[in-house]
C-alpha cells in the first residue's frame, strides 16, 4: 500500500520525480496491454479453439497488443515528461524511461520466453521465390524437411490445393504450432507429387529483433516529445483501442463472409474476396442449424424481457427510493443494510431455490399463468428482483441529493405528496431514472443465465439463450453465422446508446443554492 | 390575518426545536424572528406552513385552530432562503405552479403571473429556467411565486442570505414595501438583527428555542429586557462588565477592578437597594472620548468601518468598544480619556441576566 501511495503521489517538480512518473505510466501502459494480450492468446484462443476459423481472428488480435504493447508504453513514458520546460532534458528523460521500460519488457520476455526469445516454429529448410513456385534452395541437416523427403531444388507451389507464395508460406508456418502437418504440393523433375512436413520449434534468441524492438522504442521516444500540438494523448488513446475497433469490425466483416482469416474475408479458393449475405438469411425466417425458433418471436421475447424490466424496476426503485431517502419508518434501517446485503449476492448460488419458487408459482390462480416456470413473466420476476437492489440504492442516492427546500415549497404550493413526488421531484432525477432504465434495458436485453436457467422451448427463448443454442451444437459451429445473430442483437443497444448519450450527459443546472 | 400561536413546542426526538412559544400578531403586521443559528427560527416557521407538525400546543389563523390542516389548506406564501425554486420548469411554470394546482382557469393564470412578474420587475425573464438566472433574479421569481396565490400569510426564512450586500439593502426596502402595500400579514426569519430592526413592526427574539422577548424594534434596542437581547440587538454589541456598587461622599458611584463611575441621581436609589454584583451594559456609542473625561485608557486595536472608526480600549485588565471619528486618527498604543453617558447605562441581574429597571 505504501508504495501504491508513493507511486500516486509522484512530486512532478523533481527531475526525478519526473522520470519517475514517465516510468511508472510507461510501465502501467505496458502491463495493461500485455494483460489484454495474455487475455486473448491464452483465455479467449483456448476457449473457442475448436473453431479454427475464430482462431485467427483471437491471434490476429493478441498480436495486435503485443505489437501496440510497446508503442503505447512508450508514448505514455514520452508524454509523462512533454511538457517539461527545457525539451532536451524532456529528451532524455523520455530516452531513459523508454530504455528502462524497454529493459524490463525484453527482461520478462527472456524469463517467460517469450517474443525473440520465444520458440519459433519452422520447417527447416531455405527457399526463394520464382516465377514456378517456391525453389527449395538447402535444408537443414537432419531437420523436419529433409526428414520428410524435400529436397534441394524442389519446386512448391501449393499447400494442400491453396496456391502459395514464400511470403504466404512464411506466414502460415508462423503461426504453426508444433508438429502441425503442412502437405506441400511441389514439382521434382517435371512430375507433381506431394509430402507431409510437420513444424518443429527451434529455439535461440533473435538479436536482431531485440536491437530493432529498442531502435523503434528510441524513435517513438523522441517522436512522443517533438511530436507538435496537443493530438499525442489521441493518439496513444487511438493505439490502445485499436484491438477493440478491429474486433468490432471482425464482427461486421465477419457477418458478410463464408469464412475469414485474421479480419480479412476468403472465398472458397482461400482468396480474398467472396463477400455474401447468407448469414443474414435468418431474418427472413430461414431455419438455421436446424433450430425450430423464429428469429422474430425470439427478439420479440428479448424486448418484451427488457421492457418489462425497465417498467417495473424503475416504478419500484423509484418509489422505494424515494421512501427510504424521505421517510421515517421502522426498520428503514434494516432494510437499507438489508438491500445492500442483497446485492452483493450472487444470482448464481439462488438458481435451484428459485427453480422451486416458480414452480410453486405457477400454481397460483391466475397469476400463475403470468409468472411461474418458463413463462416470460417468471423469469422477469427474477431479474427485476437481482436488479432491484442495485437500482433503490441509486434512486436513493440521486433522491438524497434533493433538496428538502425544494419539496416543501411545493407542499406549501398547494401539492398532494403523490403530485410533489411526480412533477417535482421525479423531474429532477431524470438522469438517474434514464441511467437505471437504459442498465434495466441493457440488462433485460442481454439476459442470459436467467431465461436459459428457467425457460424450455420457442416461448421464452430470448436472443442470447439462441445466441448459445447456436454454438452448443456437437456439429461444428458456422461462427458467421454466430456473428451475425450476434451482430443482430446488438444492433438495438447501439441505438439506445446513440438517443440516450445526450440525455445523460444532458444534466439539469440547479435553481437552488446552499440551505441552512 | 391574526396569528397566535400557544404553548407551542417542537422536539425531535430529545433535540428541542421550539419550546413553549406564545405569541400574537395582528393582522397586516411584519414581524422578524430573530435569533442565533439553530434557535428554532426554521422550526417554528416550518409549523406555520403546516410541514412540521407541532409536539404541543395550537396555531391559530384568524379564528380558525389550523394544527390539523395540510399545508395546501393554509393558504399562506413561502420564501425559503435556498429559493428552492423548481430548476426543471420555467420562470412562468415556477409561478405559475400555485395556480396551476388550484386550477386557475389558464387565462387567469396567464394574467396573473405576468401581472406578480410585473410587480417584481422579472416579466422580462419568464422564459428562463432558475439555472439561468442570478441570485437576486432567483430570489425575486421565488418571492413571485408566493405572492401570486394572493396568500393570507407570507413567510420568509432568511430570504436574503445569500445575496450580495447591495442587493440585500435594495431587497429589504421592496419587500417591506411590498408587504406594506399588500397588508399581508408578515412573519420573516432572520439572525442578521440589522434586517430586523429595519423590516419589522415587532421583533420577537429568540434563543435556544425560547422566545426571549416580542417587542418593537425601539423598545428592544432602548429597553432590552435581557442581557442576551441586549448583546444580540446593536452593531457594535454592547460592552458588558461586572460591577458592585459603592457609596463615597454621598454619592452613589459604580465600581469594579478597573474604573470607577459615578451615578446619576436617577439610578441612586436603587442602586443603594442592590446588594452584591451587577452586570452593567452600555453600548459603544455611549462611550466617547473626551480629553477631560474621567476614565483613562489605552487603545488597543483600530478597526476603521468608513464611517467610523471603532476602537478597542483597555481600561485596566477591561476592553471596551466604542465608536471615535476617524480624523483623530487614533492608533494602537495611544493614550486617551473617555466619558461615559451613564443616563443610558443599563444594569442585569448577573444570575437571571434579566434588566434591572429603576429608571
Ligand atoms: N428535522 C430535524 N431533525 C432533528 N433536529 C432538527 C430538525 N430540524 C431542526 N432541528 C434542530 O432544531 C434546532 C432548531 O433548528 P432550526 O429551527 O433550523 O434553527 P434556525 O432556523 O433558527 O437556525 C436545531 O438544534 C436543529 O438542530
Ligand atoms: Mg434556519
Sequence with gaps: ?516 | MEVELTNLSKKFGDVVGVEALDLDIRDGEFVAFLGPSGCGKTTTLLMLAGIYRPTTGTIRFGDRIVNQLQPRDRNIGMVFQSYALYPHMTVFGNIAYPLKLKKVPRQEQQRRVEAAAETMGIAHLLDRRPGQLSGGQQQRVALGRALVKEPDILLFDEPLSNLDARLRLTMRGEIRSLQKRLGITAIYVTHDQVEALTMADRIAVMNLGRLQAFATPDDLYERPPTKFIAGFVGNPPMNFLEIEFAQENGAMQLRSESLELGLPPEFAAAAAAADGAVTFGIRPEDISLDDYGPVSGEVFVVEPLGRDDLLDIIVGTEHFLLLADPKRKSRAGDRVRLSFDMTRAHFFDPRSELALSWK
Excluded: C
Excluded at chain 1, 228 to 249: D, E, K, N, Q
Design chain 1, 1 to 516: 500500500m505504501a508504495a501504491a501511495g508513493a507511486l500516486t503521489n509522484i512530486n512532478t517538480d523533481s527531475m526525478s520525480g519526473r522520470l519517475l512518473l514517465a516510468l511508472r505510466n510507461g510501465l502501467l501502459a505496458a502491463l495493461a496491454m500485455a494483460l489484454l494480450a495474455f487475455l486473448f492468446h491464452s483465455l479467449l484462443r483456448p476457449m473457442i479453439g475448436s473453431a479454427l476459423v475464430e482462431e485467427t481472428l483471437t491471434i490476429t488480435l493478441s498480436r495486435l497488443f503485443l505489437v501496440l504493447l510497446p508503442i503505447a508504453a512508450y508514448l505514455a513514458a514520452g508524454t509523462a515528461v512533454r511538457n517539461m520546460e527545457e525539451r532536451h532534458k524532456a529528451l532524455i528523460l523520455a530516452l531513459v524511461a523508454v530504455t528502462a521500460v524497454y529493459a524490463l519488457v525484453v527482461g520478462a520476455q527472456a524469463l517467460l520466453g517469450a517474443g525473440p526469445f520465444a520458440p519459433r516454429p519452422s520447417l527447416q529448410f531455405s527457399a526463394r521465390q520464382t516465377d514456378e513456385g517456391i525453389l527449395v534452395e538447402a535444408l537443414e541437416a537432419g531437420g523436419a524437411a529433409e526428414l520428410a523427403g524435400l529436397q534441394p531444388g524442389d519446386i512448391i507451389t501449393a499447400i494442400r490445393r491453396d496456391q502459395v507464395t514464400l511470403t504466404e508460406l512464411n506466414q502460415r508456418v508462423g503461426l504453426a504450432e508444433e508438429d502441425d502437418p503442412f502437405r506441400l504440393r511441389y514439382i521434382r523433375n517435371g512430375e507433381q507429387d506431394q509430402l507431409t512436413v510437420r513444424a518443429v520449434l527451434q529455439t535461440g534468441v533473435d538479436n536482431s529483433a531485440i536491437v530493432t524492438g529498442l531502435v523503434i522504442a528510441l524513435v517513438i521516444a523522441s517522436l512522443s516529445i517533438y511530436w507538435p500540438g496537443r493530438t499525442l494523448p489521441y493518439i496513444l488513446l487511438a493505439v490502445s483501442l485499436l484491438p477493440m475497433v478491429v474486433g468490432y469490425l471482425w464482427l461486421i466483416i465477419a457477418t458478410f463472409s463464408y469464412r475469414t482469416r485474421g479480419i480479412l474475408p476468403l472465398d472458397g479458393a482461400g482468396n480474398i474476396g467472396g463477400l455474401t449475405i447468407e448469414n443474414w438469411g435468418f431474418l427472413l425466417g430461414e431455419d438455421i442449424a436446424g433450430l425450430e425458433f423464429s428469429i422474430w418471436q425470439v427478439t420479440l421475447n428479448s424486448f418484451l424481457l427488457a421492457v418489462l424490466m425497465t417498467a417495473v424496476v424503475l416504478l419500484v426503485s423509484s418509489m422505494a427510493g424515494y421512501a427510504l431517502s424521505r421517510m421515517s419508518f421502522a426498520g428503514r434501517k434494516f432494510f437499507l443494510s438489508f438491500t445492500l446485503i442483497l446485492h452483493g449476492f450472487p444470482a448464481v448460488t439462488l438458481l435451484i431455490p428459485i427453480f422451486f419458487i416458480l414452480l410453486n408459482l405457477g400454481n397460483l390462480p391466475l397469476i400463475g399463468q403470468l409468472i411461474g416456470f418458463n413463462t416470460l413473466g417468471g423469469i422477469a420476476l427474477v431479474m427485476v428482483a437481482f436488479d432491484l437492489p442495485l437500482g433503490i440504492w441509486l434512486m436513493k442516492g440521486f433522491f438524497d441529493h434533493i433538496p428538502w427546500d425544494m419539496e416543501r415549497s411545493a407542499l406549501i404550493d398547494g401539492a398532494s405528496r403523490w403530485r410533489v413526488y411526480r412533477e417535482i421531484v421525479l423531474p429532477q432525477i431524470r438522469p438517474g431514472l434514464l441511467a437505471l432504465g437504459i442498465f434495466a434495458f441493457i440488462g433485460g436485453w442481454n439476459a442470459f443465465l436467467i431465461p436459459q436457467t428457467y425457460s424450455i422451448g420457442a416461448g421464452t427463448v430470448n436472443l442470447p439463450v439462441f445466441l448459445n443454442e447456436l454454438i452448443d451444437e456437437t456439429a461444428p459451429v458456422d461462427w458467421n453465422q454466430v456473428a451475425a445473430v450476434g451482430l443482430f442483437q446488438l444492433i438495438p443497444i447501439f441505438i439506445f446508446f446513440v438517443f440516450a448519450q445526450e440525455y445523460l450527459l444532458n444534466i439539469y443546472a440547479g435553481g437552488t443554492k446552499g440551505s441552512s
